[in-house]
């Protein structure tokens, strides 16, 4: 089992940054790798960014490539997602999600996290 716990959320206005953690626990973090999504109201879950174990991999849903960064720390079993230049429309809750590959389906992550709300405001 692999507990997720994200951090960092919150309300910020447009062009604005914030920066969600996601501090893992349980099995060995550095097996996995990791991956961040989003879920806006009234809307399907989205893939937004991830990264394969070792960290040397990195891919973004169009929408936030340029934007945001995904990195992690092995050494204190965290993922990041640095979003810069935010829009309203990246308002949503954001889920991390630990998997055997850095995929951008759901189905291809075995851990999730509870989540944080992400708002921005126009």
């Known amino acids: 089992q692999v507990q997720l716990v994200e951090s960092g959320g919150g309300l910020v206005q447009a062009g604005g940054s914030l920066r969600l953690s996601c501090a893992a626990s349980?099995?060995?973090?550095?097996?996995?790798?990791m991956g961040w999504f989003r879920q806006a109201p009234g809307k399907e879950r989205e893939f937004v960014a991830a990264?394969?174990?070792?960290?040397?991999?990195?891919y973004y849903a169009d929408s936030v490539k340029g934007r945001f960064t995904i990195s992690r720390d092995n050494a204190k079993n965290t993922v990041y997602l640095q979003m810069n230049s935010l829009k309203p429309e990246d308002t949503a809750v954001y889920y991390c999600?630990?998997?055997?590959?850095?995929?951008?389906?759901?189905?291809?992550?075995?851990?999730w996290g509870q989540g944080t709300q992400v708002t921005v405001s126009s």
């Open positions: 990264i394969s174990w070792s960290g040397g991999s990195t």
């Open positions: 999600a630990a998997g055997p590959i850095a995929g951008a389906l759901g189905y291809e992550y075995d851990y």
């Open positions: 349980g099995r060995t973090f550095s097996n996995y790798a």
